[in-house]
């Protein structure tokens, strides 16, 4: 059996662990693995800190999507987009912000200034400035900040999370694929299968669930399952 899970930082597994051997301890201790345990799976899990609904739809449409048995897809803020950029000029914008906000890491963010970096999707997230960061300027300003200010209306994102919704809805419907969709945009009215941002579950620091808080999420998502799988 092989799962497909997507999503962003929650499903990715942000703040589960730290210090040596962080990202094995991630991989070890996120609810998409200790469900594939639990089914004796195989997991494929290709979420991402940061991911908007955009891009989440964008890795879901670049899947074969038929060589897996269960698809799990979790949906992010509204608010959140990406863009295209095949210059680096981001890469190089948020790097040199670094080096300002961070003098003691100066030297490790030189040798990634100095790097070819391959990422061309920038994430876009209106939570703090520094996700705002491209180094495209209008007036002196960060032109993603002028957007969220004077352009953007939540009225955008709710459309294209409903056209998201049932853009990855249909297509697993049209291919008859076990599939459940959650969300953790706590005023998401979709139909969605679980919401994931509830205060049951508990967090670490910067709201991320904690090792607990995954626990509890894969035992909820196995109840979607069925009674056989309820093992809590």
Same mark, same amino acid.
């Given at each position: 059996?092989?799962?497909?899970?997507?999503g962003?930082?929650?499903?990715?597994g942000a703040?589960?662990?730290?210090?040596?051997?962080?990202?094995?301890?991630?991989?070890e201790?996120?609810?998409?693995?200790?469900?594939?345990?639990?089914?004796?799976?195989?997991v494929?899990?290709l979420?991402?800190?940061?991911?908007?609904?955009?891009?989440?739809?964008?890795?879901?449409?670049?899947?074969?999507?038929?060589?897996f048995?269960k698809i +799990?897809?979790?949906?992010? $803020? %509204?608010?959140?987009?990406?863009?295209? =950029?095949?210059?680096?000029?981001?890469? *190089?914008?948020?790097?040199?912000?670094?080096?300002?906000?961070?003098?003691?890491?100066?030297?490790?963010?030189l040798?990634?200034?100095?790097?070819?970096?391959?990422?061309?999707?920038?994430?876009?997230?209106?939570?703090?400035?520094r996700?705002?960061?491209?180094?495209?300027?209008?007036?002196?300003?960060e032109?993603?900040?002028h957007?969220?200010e004077?352009?953007?209306?939540?009225?955008?994102?709710?459309?294209?999370?409903m056209?998201?919704?049932?853009?990855?809805?249909?297509?697993?419907?049209?291919l008859?694929?076990?599939? +459940?969709?959650?969300?953790? $945009? %706590?005023?998401?009215?979709?139909?969605? =299968?679980l919401?994931?941002?509830?205060? *049951?579950?508990?967090?670490?620091?910067?709201?991320?669930?904690?090792?607990?808080?995954?626990?509890?999420?894969?035992?909820?998502?196995?109840?979607?399952?069925?009674?056989?799988?309820?093992?809590?």
């Amino acid at each position: 059996m092989r799962l497909l899970f997507l999503g962003c930082s929650w499903t990715y597994g942000a703040e589960i662990a730290e210090g040596k051997k962080m990202l094995e301890k991630i991989k070890e201790k996120r609810y998409s693995s200790i469900i594939g345990k639990r089914l004796d799976a195989e997991v494929v899990n290709l979420a991402q800190n940061g991911f908007s609904n955009h891009a989440i739809a964008r890795i879901f449409l670049e899947q074969d999507l038929e060589s897996f048995d269960k698809i +799990f897809v979790q949906l992010t $803020y %509204p608010s959140r987009t990406e863009w295209y =950029d095949p210059t680096g000029m981001f890469n *190089k914008a948020k790097t040199l912000a670094k080096m300002k906000d961070f003098p003691n890491k100066r030297e490790k963010l030189l040798v990634r200034l100095q790097r070819k970096e391959t990422r061309l999707w920038d994430r876009i997230m209106m939570d703090k400035e520094r996700f705002l960061i491209t180094g495209n300027l209008l007036e002196g300003k960060e032109w993603w900040i002028h957007y969220f200010e004077e352009i953007y209306q939540d009225e955008y994102g709710l459309t294209e999370e409903m056209l998201i919704f049932n853009l990855i809805k249909n297509k697993l419907k049209r291919l008859n694929k076990d599939h +459940f969709i959650f969300s953790i $945009y %706590p005023k998401c009215k979709l139909p969605i =299968d679980l919401q994931l941002n509830l205060r *049951k579950y508990p967090r670490a620091k910067g709201n991320h669930p904690n090792q607990t808080g995954h626990l509890m999420i894969a035992s909820d998502i196995m109840k979607l399952l069925g009674p056989r799988y309820d093992w809590f």
